[in-house]
């Protein structure tokens, strides 16, 4: 699975955009980006996933650039409870396999009023 | 609601205790999986299981079993628990038959062994 680089830690005003990025830059071409959270010590809640096209679901959208070798997961209107650990990872089980997820440290998003 | 159901929450147990705890999901997913969570550490893989009665090592898996007799449950047996299988774990699951990508994960058992 690739190495995610993520920043420790960032802050967002409620209501504003809230944009995370990763970098991937060891990514394989058969390795999907995957993006969790975990918010305290809740288990980890899946947000979105995306191979080399943009997506977007009713959590959040994903910019993958075109070499793959970063992304940028967006909250559109952060609010309080966005706050979390937020885990970008590399993934090869988008056909019929299984991966490990690989948890790095991950980015603790901080949203404040 | 579709969900993966742990227990218990919490559990304080004493050295050499043997203890079990249950994982539960009730969405038909043929891979459930393990995981504990340590500062510092992140999420390790303890044993995962593709299907019922194939199970397999993750990265951590000594001092821990899993058995796999039916396709709803997973759980994680600990035979003689140690201080340092002090925790938090985690049960996972998925299904790649159905499309479904994404792990959806249970809310956690912390154990602390004395």
């Known amino acids: 699975d690739a190495k995610t680089t993520q920043p420790t830690s960032m802050d967002c005003a409620e209501g504003r955009a809230a944009n995370l990025p990763c970098n991937h830059s060891?990514?394989?071409?058969?390795?999907?980006v995957y993006w969790y959270r975990q918010i305290h010590s809740q288990g980890p809640q899946y947000i979105i996933h995306g191979l080399k096209n943009n997506e977007t679901n009713e959590m959040a959208s994903l910019i993958i650039t075109e070499d793959r070798k970063s992304s940028t997961l967006i909250l559109p209107h952060a609010t309080l409870r966005d706050t979390a650990v937020y885990y970008c990872?590399?993934?090869?089980?988008?056909?019929?396999?299984?991966?490990?997820?690989?948890f790095g440290q991950g980015t603790i998003l901080t949203v404040h009023p | 609601e579709a969900q993966v159901t742990q227990n218990p929450r919490y559990l304080i147990t004493v050295t050499g205790k043997k203890l079990t705890v249950t994982c539960s999901q009730n969405?038909?997913?043929?891979?459930m999986s393990w995981y504990r969570q340590d500062p510092g550490l992140g999420l390790r893989q303890i044993y995962y299981?593709?299907?019922?009665?194939?199970?397999d090592k993750g990265d951590v898996p000594e001092g821990y079993k899993v058995s796999r007799k039916e396709k709803r449950n997973f759980p994680l047996i600990l035979e003689s628990p140690s201080p340092n299988q002090t925790s938090l774990y985690f049960c996972?699951?998925?299904?790649?038959?159905?499309?479904?990508?994404?792990?959806?994960f249970g809310s956690g058992t912390r154990l602390t062994v004395v």
């Open positions: 060891t990514i394989s071409g058969n390795e999907y």
């Open positions: 969405m038909n997913h043929e891979y």
């Open positions: 299981s593709m299907n019922v009665e194939v199970t």
């Open positions: 996972a699951s998925t299904s790649r038959i159905q499309a479904n990508y994404g792990y959806t």
């Open positions: 990872i590399g993934d090869n089980a988008g056909g019929t396999s299984y991966g490990k997820l690989t």
